[in-house]
């Protein structure tokens, strides 16, 4: 799995709670992202990371925060869980921008009743 | 932004057939065309890549060919085997910056014993 960890593995949450999945990595490597899995949506881009402290928007960000205080250290925070949120975040880590492939942490399912 | 078509979306063959599932792509920029392969429970796993310049790449029994004309791109499996039995994604750049890649929306590839 690349050195990645992701936590919690699953997670149950009311909607409007917040909730906050963590993604480790011991690659040392710069760039690390989160995507959700949806059916017949596939893999979309949530957030981000080109380095410590510098995070970007991806594709459906909205309800979204993240952040990277170490290089080892993304966290993905939904301020107030919805329904729509329910779905499979997945972490990824690379060593170079869009030419480079990434690598997949095994997923955290997440579900907002 | 990048776009990325994928077909068909469930494919179902004998053991020992040929397999195919092909994807579209519409940013005439993009270098990097990676396919993964997910098992259930798990995060998407890089089986095979291919950049812009060059049309063919083989590893054993897969191997992805690249249209830049016509902006599509292919997996084949020769030999299918039970084990083939996975959900697989292609990817493209997702715009030559540092936001990752973009995917299709999966295959549910079926090994028929």
């Known amino acids: 799995d690349a050195g990645i960890t992701q936590s919690p593995r699953h997670k149950v949450t009311e909607t409007g709670t917040p909730v906050t999945l963590r993604c480790h990595q011991t690659e040392n490597h710069r760039y690390m992202y989160w995507y959700r899995q949806d059916p017949g949506h596939g893999l979309r881009l949530i957030h981000y990371s080109y380095g410590v402290k510098d995070t970007d928007k991806g594709e459906v960000s909205d309800g979204y925060s993240v952040s990277r205080s170490k290089t080892e250290d993304f966290l993905l925070t939904l301020e107030s869980a919805t329904s729509s949120q329910t779905s499979v975040y997945f972490c990824a880590i690379s060593v170079g921008t869009g030419d480079s492939p990434l690598h997949f942490g095994n997923g955290t399912r997440l579900t907002v009743t | 932004g990048e776009n990325v078509e994928q077909h068909p979306s469930t494919l179902s063959v004998q053991e020992g057939d040929s397999a195919v599932i092909k994807c579209t792509y519409s940013?005439?920029?993009?270098?990097?065309f990676p396919w993964y392969k997910q098992e259930l429970g798990k995060g998407p796993q890089l089986i095979i890549d291919i950049r812009s310049n060059v049309g063919e790449k083989k590893d054993q029994r897969i191997a992805v060919t690249l249209n830049k004309t016509a902006k599509h791109f292919s997996l084949h499996i020769t030999e299918t085997q039970p084990e083939d039995s996975a959900v697989y994604f292609c990817?493209?750049?997702?715009?030559?910056?540092?936001?990752?890649?973009?995917f299709g929306k999966g295959t549910h590839l079926i090994i028929q014993p």
């Open positions: 990817a493209a750049e997702a715009g030559g910056g540092a936001d990752g890649l973009t």
């Open positions: 940013d005439s920029a993009s270098n990097y």
